[in-house]
């Protein structure tokens, strides 16, 4: 009987030793990949080819594949950033669309202005470029804007918007290609055609330039591949998200105006809502010693308010997941 259980009992401890050994290797490996963070991060390919404002762009060179990778896994990651553009741009873009359009811009142009500014109408840049499209002082008053300690037109949406496209129509009559247009209005129109000369190439793309221009246009590429499919790139929009549209009552004077505050409050507004919504008049009163014509906006009432259950008209709805 002992003989017996001996045999029987002798191997349990060799099992035990091999269940033990395997056990180690296998926890090991889960330790090797098992996910230390709560989510996952994968890079997104860009595309083998796309068309901005009507012209084909291929991304299978190395360095056109590299430099639209860098901007669009950029912008898919810059969370907070690039759901803010989606909100920014269901009040901005039925502004400057029509605008495009009527001056003959291809509609792509657009997204010129969210690399600028990132639609923030009262944009500052470091170098003194202001407003929507980011006018540096004396190319605004080349394209007729009227800049001045009183007024400054490049913080009005609708006027800097015109003067923009005279200068990218400019540009692309020069240029031929609406790339060379938008990268110059980075660099400068004079720079472009420098380098085009210098480096002797046809293709605005192929230029060696400093990292900002050359980052530009594909940023603008990004851009757009983002909001044309906002769901395969991770973001998730409800309509009641996106910033509201105002509606206006449009004010012409040719007058001054001594008291904005005193303008405001006699329009059913505060003058931080006045001066938000006419940021071009730059200190608390309108000098007008010419008698020039302006335009003031003055939101409606029941534009100015988000109401439980409202149902915020919605620019694209390619942008949301439903609507509300």
């Known amino acids: 009987m ?3 259980l001996l045999y029987i009992t002798l191997p349990v401890p060799l099992i035990t030793v091999v269940l033990l050994l395997l056990s180690n290797i296998k926890t090991d490996n889960e330790e090797k990949t098992r996910p230390m963070v709560l989510s996952m991060t994968a890079s997104v390919d860009p595309p083998e080819k ?3 404002a009507g012209e084909n762009v291929t991304f299978d060179r190395y360095d056109l594949h590299e430099r639209m990778d860098r901007e669009l896994n950029s912008f898919t990651y810059f969370h907070s950033t690039t759901l803010l553009l989606f909100k920014r741009a269901n009040r901005i ?3 400057i669309e029509p ?11 657009k997204y010129l202005a969210v690399i600028e500014s990132s639609l923030d109408p009262q944009a500052i840049s470091p170098a ?15 394209f007729g804007l009227e800049v001045s300690s009183d007024v400054d037109e490049r913080y009005n949406i609708e006027k800097s918007t015109v003067a923009a496209c005279r200068y990218l129509k400019d540009a692309y009559q020069k240029y031929g290609s609406w790339a060379a247009a938008a990268m110059s209005y980075n660099g400068g129109q004079g720079r472009i055609s420098n380098e085009l000369r210098d480096q002797r190439v046809d293709d605005a793309l192929d230029l060696w330039l400093v990292q ?11 851009i757009k591949l983002i909001f044309e499919y906002p769901r395969r790139y991770g973001f998730v929009i409800r309509p009641d998200q996106l910033y509201k549209p105002l509606d206006y009552k449009e004010i012409t004077t040719s007058s001054a105006i001594p008291d904005l505050a005193s303008y405001a409050r006699q329009h059913g507004i505060t003058y931080a809502i006045l001066k938000d919504n006419n940021a071009w008049i730059r200190g608390d009163a309108l000098v007008n010693r010419a008698g020039k014509s302006y335009t003031i906006l003055i939101p409606t009432k029941e534009s100015m308010y988000y109401r439980k259950g409202e149902k915020i008209k919605v620019h694209d709805t390619t942008w949301v997941t439903s609507q509300n």
Do not use: C
């Not at 003194?128 to 080349?142: D, H, N, P, S």
């Open 2 to 4: 002992k003989k017996n």
């Open 128 to 142: 003194r470029a202001v407003g929507l499209w980011q006018f540096m002082e004396g190319t605004a008053k080349g």
């Open 212 to 222: 900002e221009t050359s980052r530009y246009y594909f940023r603008m590429l990004a």
């Open 93 to 95: 873009f039925p502004i």
């Open 99 to 109: 605008i495009l359009k009527r001056n003959g811009l291809p509609e792509d142009i």
């Open 50 to 52: 796309m068309v901005f």
